[in-house]
């Protein structure tokens, strides 16, 4: 009819009118507005993947990790002691660095480590991007003039990640499992990489043993994803065992 035409006309673009009886519409009533499909796929924020891929750490794992990590902090306190004191002996800042790091899911933690290069580390690293020896979107650089004196023996040593038992205890990592990467860097992965945030971060894995700084970004990845595929107590105990050698060896560190 010349009524419905009229209406359909004065329609706003993107918007359907209700298809109900117009004599079942009470006077002065307006009609029911019925969003269109893009409307209201509008509505819902589009979400990443990587928490949906996320597998819950499992309870065997857990428990080493409260063991392990329980164990360590009370064994190590005198090294957390006598590190503290000479980074305050040595240089200016706090003892503790934190950064935020990507965890399970992508889901972003406060990660825990002696502190190893200046206050404004951070600030500066933008400017040496383009100088890191570490293809991809990880940021490694051998020489990094950001690193103070007792820094670059903590990192040597891998004595600086020993506050990481902290993330452990509280769930954020586990003692086996893929590095997690700043938020910036795992931003930076391409799809198929971030697949190795499906499983818990850890404190070593494949990586650590195999020549860390050595190998490209791709297989570090392709090893994080191994493990994703191999999870198990044989694998675990055999990487913390192989870690020792790699520590004390300093394989890739720097």
Not at 43 to 57: F, G, I, T
Not at 206 to 216: A, I, K
């Amino acid at each position: 009819s010349a009524d419905d035409q009229a209406l359909i006309e004065t329609a706003p673009v993107g918007e359907v009118r209700d298809e109900a009886d117009p004599e079942e519409q009470r006077p002065g009533e307006e009609r029911r507005r019925i969003p269109s499909r893009r409307q209201a796929f509008s509505r819902y924020a589009v979400q990443s993947l990587e928490p949906l891929m996320a597998r819950k750490l499992p309870r065997w794992k857990r428990a080493i990790d409260i063991a392990g990590a329980g164990l360590g902090v009370i064994v190590l306190s005198p090294v957390f002691a006598l590190t503290a004191l000479l980074l305050k002996l040595t240089s200016p800042g706090p003892v503790i660095f934190t950064q935020l790091r990507a965890g399970l899911g992508g889901q972003p933690f406060k990660i825990y480590k002696f502190r190893t290069m200046c206050v404004d580390a951070e600030a500066q690293k933008l400017g040496l991007r383009s100088s890191s020896e570490q293809d991809g979107p990880a940021f490694k650089l051998r020489r990094d003039p950001r690193v103070t004196r007792v820094g670059a023996i903590l990192r040597k040593t891998s004595i600086d990640e020993l506050p990481q038992l902290w993330n452990v205890l509280r769930g954020d990592m586990t003692l086996v499992g893929p590095r997690p990467l700043p938020v910036d860097e795992s931003n930076g992965c391409s799809r198929w990489q971030r697949r190795r945030l499906s499983v818990t971060p850890g404190l070593t894995c494949f990586w650590q043993v195999s020549g860390r700084s050595r190998v490209t970004f791709d297989e570090w990845v392709r090893m994080d994803l191994r493990y994703a595929r191999q999870q198990s107590l044989l694998t675990d105990l055999g990487l913390i065992l192989r870690t020792v050698p790699a520590v004390l060896l300093r394989r890739g560190a720097h």
